[in-house]
Nanobody
Framework: QVYLVDSVGVWVQPGGSLKLACTAS????????MIWHRQSPGKERVVVAQ????????RYADAVKGRFTISRDNAKNMVFLQMDNLNIEDTAVYYC???????????????WGEGTLVTVSP
């Protein structure tokens, strides 16, 4: 497996914080659960955080529990990922993903952002 990573991105020192934002357009935003994924160099893409359509329920991967917070603002069609106490292992391309919720007219729809490279390094 070959992994290609963009050379331009956001840099932060270990222990630092960063907030990612994703803005959606052309869809009924509150019909979509929103998910943040990441893929580190040489590793598989994994889910790091999820939030339900209403924003009332969230879920996190064990590796980021207590450090990352996902939130959404449905009035602005935005989802956020607040990342605190970053470490070198958090270095990855982070992707914003929307999945149509069950019992909505958008069920089965799946949209992806282009991804943002976050590099945690001294």
């Amino acid at each position: 497996q070959v992994y290609l990573v963009d050379s331009v991105g956001v840099w932060v020192q270990p222990g630092g914080s960063l907030k990612l934002a994703c803005t959606a357009s052309g869809l009924t935003f509150n019909n979509f659960a929103m998910i943040w994924h990441r893929q580190s160099p040489g590793k598989e893409r994994v889910v790091v955080a999820q939030i339900t359509m209403s924003g009332k329920m969230t879920r996190y991967a064990d590796a980021v529990k207590g450090r990352f917070t996902i939130s959404r603002d449905n009035a602005k069609n935005m989802v956020f990922l607040q990342m605190d106490n970053l470490n070198i292992e958090d270095t990855a391309v982070y992707y914003c993903n929307g999945k149509g919720g069950v019992d909505t007219s958008d069920y089965g729809m799946d949209y992806w952002g282009e991804g943002t490279l976050v590099t945690v390094s001294p």
